[in-house]
């Protein structure tokens, strides 16, 4: 085999192989609404007995506000805990150019 024929083996070798991988990695809208379904299951029940005991009549819509509102709040201190850590920024350069550096 000539070295063009080899580089046409091998590029249509890569394409079936991305494909495959993209093809696996694709979800149907209906798989997207069960995966959405399956989260605002979980968060009733983790929410909801609090909502609960805050006073709101279960199936209403200040209840489900609360219970997003809740959900938001342990969100918010999930993903920004790491952003509380004390952090060092150190910047060096010149007129026009500067390297900043954050510890």
């Not at 580089?7 to 696996?24: D, S």
């Not at 995966?35 to 007995?49: K, T, W």
């Not at 279960?58 to 999930?78: F, T």
Request: glycine share 4%; with cysteine; net charge negative.
């Amino acid at each position: 085999m000539s070295q063009q024929q080899e580089a046409i083996v091998v590029r249509a070798l890569n394409i079936l192989v991305l494909t495959a991988v993209f093809a696996g990695c694709a979800t149907t809208p209906a798989e997207r609404a069960m995966q959405a379904e399956r989260e605002v299951d979980q968060m009733i029940q983790v929410y909801g007995p609090a909502c609960d005991k805050l006073g709101y009549k279960q199936e209403s819509d200040p209840w489900r506000d609360c219970i997003l509102h809740l959900a938001a709040q342990d969100d918010l201190k999930q993903y920004s805990r790491f952003n509380s850590y004390p952090t060092t920024t150190q910047c060096f350069g010149h007129r026009g150019f500067f390297n900043c550096t954050t510890f």
